[in-house]
Structures are given as structure tokens and as C-alpha cells.
């Protein structure tokens, strides 16, 4: 399974970005896609997630100004940052916990590549 992130970039305080990752693989079922992102010398860290039914959960720091959606026919999740602050710098990462029905099911976790925003003052 490969996710391909995209949508990343250089933005001013107050602005917006949109993030979309998509999710490839054969027989494919995505239970929950998510977004989190890591800073310069910080540990990595939950932004968003969202399971196939809709459900979704954010970190404190970005309610109310992100938010998380897919698009369950294409497995693709996208990310909304409204109201961006320099805080928001950081590599976004997104990931999908799967299930892989070859000749056997195989369950997994698969990350992208990373994504940079950087927001200025």
C-alpha cells in the first residue's frame, strides 16, 4: 500500500492550505486515514483522523480550523488548514490503518511521504 501526499507549501499567517493524500493498493479497505505532522526537533504528532464511517477527531491546537474529509471511493483523505499560524510549520504526514485482501488478509499501516508547510509570520 503506497499514500501519496500532496498540497503542502508556503503560506502567510492567517491563510489557508488544503492537503490531499491518496492511498493505492490492490483489494483495498481503508478503516481510518489521518494526518499528523512533526516540527523541527518536536516528536511527531496526531493532527486529524477519520475512519471510513465519518468519524473524526482532532488535536486541540487545530479545532475549528481544520478539518479532515475523504473520499472513500477514491481512499483519499484531504486536510483543510484554515486560519494558519506560524505553529502550524511543521512536515505533514499522512497515514491509513488497511486491510489487504490478497490471497490472505493482511492488516496494516501505511505512511506518506511528508508534506512541508511553513507559514509565516
Known amino acids: 500500500v503506497q499514500l501519496q501526499a500532496s498540497g503542502g507549501g508556503l503560506v502567510q499567517a492567517g491563510g489557508s492550505l488544503r492537503l490531499s493524500c491518496a492511498a493505492s493498493?490492490?483489494?483495498?479497505?481503508?478503516?481510518?486515514m489521518g494526518w499528523y505532522r512533526q516540527a523541527p526537533g518536536e516528536q511527531r504528532e496526531l493532527v486529524a483522523t477519520i475512519t471510513s464511517a465519518g468519524s473524526s477527531n482532532y488535536a486541540d491546537s487545530v479545532k475549528g480550523r481544520f478539518s479532515i474529509s475523504t473520499d472513500n471511493a477514491k481512499n483519499t483523505v484531504y486536510l483543510q488548514m484554515n486560519s494558519l499560524k506560524p505553529e502550524d510549520t511543521a512536515v505533514y504526514y499522512c497515514?491509513?490503518?488497511?486491510?489487504?485482501?490478497?490471497?490472505?488478509?493482511?492488516?496494516?499501516?501505511?505512511w506518506g511521504q511528508g508534506t512541508q508547510v511553513t507559514v509565516s509570520s
Open positions: 497515514n491509513a490503518d488497511y486491510f489487504e485482501f490478497t490471497a490472505e488478509v493482511v492488516a496494516g499501516r501505511a
Open positions: 493498493g490492490n483489494k483495498l479497505r481503508i478503516n481510518e
